[in-house]
């Protein structure tokens, strides 16, 4: 059809134009195409045709399947010329305008980002979406480009062929599927399947091709009685069938371990009809019901409640003749329109309509470049793999709908918790958030949001972020927002510790450079010397307790345990660390502990009784933490070659830190009792008790020196028993 010649290619792209837009200046644009013609005169496709022919077809599709405008089509038209020619956007905005030649703009550095190989995948995401802020048509044109270039992939070598299908699959369908656009969502996945698993996809075109006149046959006997019940009440309608899509279908398959034959949805259509009114929907619902039987678990309604891209349905599953089951959807047309062209739709009726087209007046539009920004402007310095990781839960995890006291909508991934809900709110929320009240009941605060849930997010001025939120959350605003939070806090106390320490130095005549600090804060069994500072920002440690402790390590004739030789290797160190452990009493009874280099780790505070295990380091022995420590966990991939067995002596002594978090009803006398049920345990010291209310709510942090496991929970039962306490756990850092 295309490249018979520039006239006829002119003439065509004018006379589907009149067909298909609302809004449409032939002259503009003619111009347009006589332009990116002379433009692109010199260069071929890898088909061997004209280059024309792709701008050309990218402006067809942005005219037929995105029903757009003719600005869209214009910049559609010139997307390339500016890339691949020496025109300037300077000229594109001389010739057609500043709202073309920023649309043409956004679209030359989106692609000038996926030409580079140094961008990561995750920064490319970043740089496409925040460029649609300013007009969400850059990218319908780049899904245009995309999918065109999708279907007149075979010219290319293989290599490259699998390098734009997987990117296809992993970036662009994602995003159409959010913008809304399902048919071009369900086009570019089934393109990108067929490159990336060709001989699967052929055997699944097989298999349904052979049973399509079946499936054909069934469907026809199944909406029969339907199509008649809508005549009868004077119902506009449209049925078809649903198609299925291949690699849909590829996906169950694979996720549910299941055979074509065993998936139900193969049967299905989609009742469309022609009203304004979006009661009528759950109308026909209610007809159908009356012929089939309904499988009420397999019930949606997404016309209440639309999903986070707009689309809205009602969607159920009936018995049909033979026990089959079918899947049957029921939208009005505007629905339909949307579900297939999505944000596009809103652009074409408000043209319709005869109401000035603008995107940035769109509410809808706003609501979505405010996602936008939430999720991407918050990115900070977080690993490119983190972000992508991230970004594909955005898109694909299941979404509940929850509520504020007010009754604001907020929509929120599977799994979401009070403080995800709280940093949706914002971010200041987040940080401040103490407690929750789900349907009007306290509840902890990883407790799991279901839909329909009413929340309330209670705050105090001086909380701030605990460092094991980050495992009960799952948007990514969320674990952004705690991770910097925990950076910065973390940064400030180290650079107040080290102050600290250069006044306390230099009062005590202290002179040492910060290499000989390195080595002496190993042998006060710290990490690092940030960790030294860290302590000292804290108040762990005191500025008298650590001179004193430096000045003996640097005592004439005193043994220098950290500057011996670190091992040349992992393994060499594991050995040499298990020969000094022999002498530790975590590990063997009876057996002197003078010969080693041990601590235990702050982050989760070991006492005898819990499980431990022992992590190897450099300069400091070996470090013992709980054996479900988060920082263990988390890392564990990592350091797996420097982890060690280790055991309490059966014999051991001593007193062990133990921190403490308390939450519960805020009441007068509720400090004393507190103190009162800890002291009345025999041998238990507290170290400190800070209280903070809000609200009726209080929590509290208790440290308590302990002698084993035992020994805490007894404390834990006393503060059970106390009236208001609504949960007590172990406190981790």
């Known amino acids: 059809m295309w490249g018979r010649s520039v006239d006829e290619d002119c003439a065509y792209l004018i006379a589907e134009g009149r067909k298909y837009l609302v809004k449409f200046d032939e002259d503009l644009v003619e111009k347009a195409f006589r332009f990116c013609v002379e433009a692109h005169k010199h260069d071929v496709r890898a088909s061997g045709e004209p280059y024309y022919t792709h701008p050309a077809q990218v402006a067809h599709i942005v005219m037929r399947e995105i029903p757009l405008d003719d600005i869209s089509v214009v910049a559609a038209l010139l997307h390339d010329v500016v ?29 000038d980002v996926f030409k580079s190989r140094e961008i990561t995948q995750a920064e490319s995401y970043r740089k496409l979406l925040l460029s649609l802020v300013k007009d969400v048509r850059v990218m319908l044109i780049k899904f245009a480009d995309r999918l065109h270039n999708m279907r007149t992939i075979e010219s290319l070598p293989p290599e490259r062929q699998e390098r734009m299908a997987r990117e296809t699959l992993d970036i662009y369908a994602p995003f159409a599927h959010r913008f809304g656009l399902g048919s071009i969502k369900w086009e570019l996945e089934d393109l990108s399947f067929k490159v990336l698993q060709r001989t699967i996809y052929d055997d699944i075109k097989r298999q349904l091709n052979s049973t399509r006149e079946e499936r054909e046959d069934y469907i026809e006997k199944f909406s029969k009685p339907i199509a008649e019940r809508l005549n009868e009440h004077g119902i506009a309608f449209e049925i078809n069938g649903r198609p299925k899509h291949l690699y849909s279908i590829y996906t169950k ?36 019901s009356e012929i089939y039987t309904p499988v009420p678990e397999r019930f949606k309604n997404f016309i209440s409640v639309p999903k986070k891209n707009g689309y809205q349905s009602l ?11 079918v899947e049957v959807q029921i939208r009005t047309r505007a629905m339909h329109d949307y579900a297939e062209r999505g944000v596009a ?36 310095d977080e690993a490119p793999k983190q972000l992508m990781e991230s970004f594909r839960l955005n898109l694909y995890q299941d979404e509940i709908y929850v509520f504020t006291p007010k009754g604001d909508l907020r929509i929120l991934p599977r799994g979401a918790t009070p403080i995800d809900f709280a940093f949706d709110i914002h971010s200041a929320v987040g940080a401040r958030c103490v407690g929750a009240k789900v349907n009007g009941r306290i509840v902890p605060l990883h407790h799991h949001l279901d839909t329909g849930d009413q929340v309330e997010i209670l705050t105090s001025r001086n909380q701030t972020p605990h460092r094991d939120w980050e495992r009960h959350v799952v948007t990514h605003k969320a674990k952004t927002h705690i991770r910097r939070i925990l950076n910065e806090e973390r940064r400030r106390h180290v650079a107040e510790g080290r102050d600290i320490w250069q006044k306390r130095a230099k009062k005590v005549g202290l002179h040492i450079n910060e290499d000989d600090l390195e080595r002496l804060a190993y042998q006060l069994k710290y990490e690092s010397r940030s960790d030294f500072y860290l302590a000292l920002g804290t108040g762990s440690l005191s500025s008298e307790q650590a001179s004193t402790m430096i000045l003996e390590l640097m005592r004439p004739g005193h043994e220098h345990e950290a500057a011996h030789e670190p091992p040349t290797s992992t393994d060499e160190h594991r050995d ?30 070991p006492v005898p009784g819990d ?21 263990v966990s988390d890392i564990g991939d990592k350091i797996k070659d420097r982890l060690i067995d280790v055991r309490w002596s059966k014999h051991q002594r001593g007193e062990f830190f133990a921190g403490i978090k308390i939450t519960g009803d805020d ?5 004393n009792d507190i103190t009162s049920a800890v002291n ?37 039962d006393k503060l059970y028993h106390i009236k208001g306490v609504r949960s007590v756990e172990r406190l981790e850092r």
């Open 253 to 288: 398959t694979v996720l549910r371990n299941k055979t074509l034959d065993e998936l139900y949805d193969l049967f299905a259509i989609r009742v469309i009809i022609d009203t304004n009114d979006n009661n009528d929907c759950f109308f026909v619902y209610g007809l159908i």
């Open 680 to 716: 009345s345990i025999n041998n238990t010291n507290i170290r400190s008790l800070t209280i903070d209310a809000y609200d009726s709510i209080f929590e509290g942090n208790l440290t308590v020196y302990v002698d084993d496991i035992g020994h805490l929970q007894r404390i834990f």
């Open 611 to 631: 499980e431990i295990i022992g992590v190897v380091t450099i300069g400091s022995g070996i470090r013992v933490h709980r054996a479900n420590c988060h920082n």
């Open 345 to 380: 739709a809103h652009f074409r009726y408000k043209a319709q309509s005869g109401a000035t087209a603008s995107w940035i007046d769109s509410k809808d539009l706003e609501e979505w470049a405010t996602w936008v920004r939430d999720i991407f402007e918050s990115a900070g």
């Open 667 to 671: 009441r007068p006398g509720m400090l």
């Open 315 to 325: 969607h159920t599953t009936v018995i049909g003749t033979d026990g089959k089951r």
């Open 576 to 605: 040499a660390a298990r020969e000094r452990a022999e002498g530790i009493y975590i590990v063997g009874d009876n057996i002197p502990t003078t010969k080693v280099l041990f601590t235990y780790a702050h982050c989760c505070n």
């Open 83 to 111: 890339e691949d020619t020496q025109v300037s956007v300077r000229d594109i905005r001389a010739e057609y305008g500043s709202e073309v030649a920023e649309i043409v703009d956004g679209a030359t550095k989106i692609s």
